[in-house]
């Protein structure tokens, strides 16, 4: 089984919302897991915007990257600038691919407008991990 490692800085929103789209889309073939430099917990608004449409990451939980695991992966997306910079070494047969995204959780403005970047910010990975099928 292969296996894909998504990484952002405080593995709260955007590489969850990537692990929650990577075991619907990617399916059986692939072990797929999230992680990042720093701990900042699972953001509720990614949880809200990811169960809107129909993806359950409740039970997900921020994680620090596990050094085993990701020279163990066949495939790391980083998320963000941050976590491509901060990534540690990986051997050569570890490919590597960069979504630069913005963090959603750095959004301001009312309530609805941030949810709202949280949905912008999730529609593009499903996009991306769709393009990993």
């Known amino acids: 089984m292969k296996k894909i490692y998504f990484l952002c800085t405080g593995n709260s929103c955007r590489s969850q919302m990537a692990e929650g789209f990577g075991h619907i889309i990617l399916g059986d073939d692939w072990e797929v897991a999230s992680a990042g430099v720093e701990m900042h917990g699972l953001n509720p608004k ?6 809107e449409v129909g993806v359950d990451i409740s039970n997900q939980s921020s994680k620090l990257i596990d050094t085993e695991y990701l020279n163990s992966c066949n495939l790391v997306v980083t998320l963000c ?15 590597k691919l960069h979504w630069s995204l913005p963090d959603p959780a750095a959004a301001t403005g009312t309530e609805e407008e941030k949810l709202n970047e949280f949905r912008r910010v999730r529609d593009e990975i499903r996009k991306l991990v769709l393009t990993l099928k």
């Open 46 to 51: 990614a949880v809200k915007v990811m169960a």
């Open 81 to 95: 600038g941050d976590a491509r910079d901060k990534c540690p070494m990986t051997p050569p047969t570890v490919k």
